[in-house]
DNA sequence: TAATCTATGTCAGTCGATGACTTATGACAA
DNA sequence: TTGTCATAAGTCATCGACTGACATAGATTA
């Protein structure tokens, strides 16, 4: 007892991560999938916090403390993207072209998704299947993609050493990346199986890389 | 006065507009113009219906009959922004390059931006200043180009002779299309005149124009 | 054990949005 | 002109997302 209680806390110790915030994680994943599950069964629309919330029986108040609102749950997956999307872009050489670094960028969320685990692949297929079709959540999927392209926008236009005010092209590399992957995101009608949509966001990665003009995003 | 009312019913006949309309379309109007006052006097977020209406002299309800939401407001343009670009879409040879056509739409729209009214020029700039560094309505506006894009991608695919929903190239090509747009209307910590408009869009094009191969929207 | 920190619940309230119903007003024919 | 009708506008009630203030229970640390 006071053994187990005392490797526990090497433990915490040990991970940098307390008990404390292991549990609010098994919450917050708690909420999104039985969110997830209420979603698909009668709609996004038609599902309110007090139910989502009474499913895992937090008062609604709780809810809004781990999810800023109620499309934050939907738009979810794009929390874990962004990182690394940021992360990648951080590490490739600062003379790699801008375009091809955000390529790579790409394609590591496309590594990620491919190699996570059975549960977590399943919650990302069923996020996709939720937004697919529902013209209010690919807006707010899109606006909050908007954001991402933001961020990286800074950073790119760091890289290229200009004003990110003043440098149009910079926003443009930005937008034609995340461009290409929303679309490869798109996969209409389908089963929306894993292969099926990593597939779809491969071709649509190199259909952007075979239309652009070698140096195109090097220019001044 | 019953000439007065003759003469006014004729003209109502010969426009095909009645007075009725007319006088919505006014209302209409009035409500924005009010609102994007508020709006840039106090905040959008901290502004709320009940003072738009109140500001009109309209109830909150009747305010829910011309615009959908509080966002439409601020999302005025977009209307007709998009009629411009769907009809010049229409209006251009079927074997012209679809990215081509495109950009002739973008082009429309910015000509229609620096033929209007002087009324109409202030409103647009108010909206666009509105939109400026809001986070939020950025989101909402790039929501609502989303929804513009769909409708581009379905003419784009049909000119194609494609199945939209199995044509990648069709949406990359709206998508990109659509971000040239965005990147243009874009203007940080600027005055914001119309021609400082008009010249970041018309930039954003030439831009796009030159980093695209020759022949990639032609692809199979 | 006491002091404290923090996650959660409770409650009241604001605001955007919508449906059901009533009232006013412009359009039009007799 | 007047009466009828369609439609615009107002009223009222209600829902649902979200927030701030405050109370409390349970874990953490001294």
Redesign the pocket.
């Known amino acids: 007892m006071t053994y187990g209680t005392l490797c526990q806390?090497g433990f915490e110790g040990v991970t940098a991560v307390?008990?404390?915030e292991r549990?609010?994680e098994k919450?917050r994943l708690a909420i999104l999938d039985a969110a997830l599950d209420l979603f698909l069964e009668q709609g996004y629309?038609s599902?309110?916090?007090?139910q989502i919330?009474g499913a895992v029986?937090?008062?609604?108040?709780?809810f809004?403390?781990?999810f800023?609102?109620?499309?934050?749950l939907a738009l979810w997956f794009h929390e874990h993207g962004e990182e690394i999307m940021l992360e990648t872009l951080e590490s490739r050489p600062r003379d790699e072209p801008p375009f091809t670094s955000l390529m790579h960028a790409l394609r590591a969320v496309l590594l990620d998704v491919q190699g996570s685990t059975p549960v977590d692949a399943a919650r990302f297929l069923k996020l996709r299947r939720l937004l697919d079709g529902n013209p209010y959540l690919i807006g707010r999927s899109v606006a909050r993609g908007a954001e991402t392209e933001r961020r990286l926008a800074e950073l790119i236009a760091a890289r290229r050493g200009v004003d990110p005010d003043e440098d149009q092209l910079s926003h443009l590399i930005v937008a034609f990346a995340m461009s290409t992957m929303r679309v490869g995101f798109e996969c209409p009608r389908r089963d929306g199986t894993l292969p099926e949509v990593t597939e779809r966001m491969t071709e649509s990665i190199e259909l952007a890389e075979r239309s652009l003009l070698p140096g195109w995003d090097l220019q001044r």
């Open positions: 806390k307390g008990l404390r549990k609010k919450t629309e599902t309110t916090v007090e919330a029986e937090i008062s609604p108040r709780t809004f403390r781990y800023t609102n109620k499309d934050h």
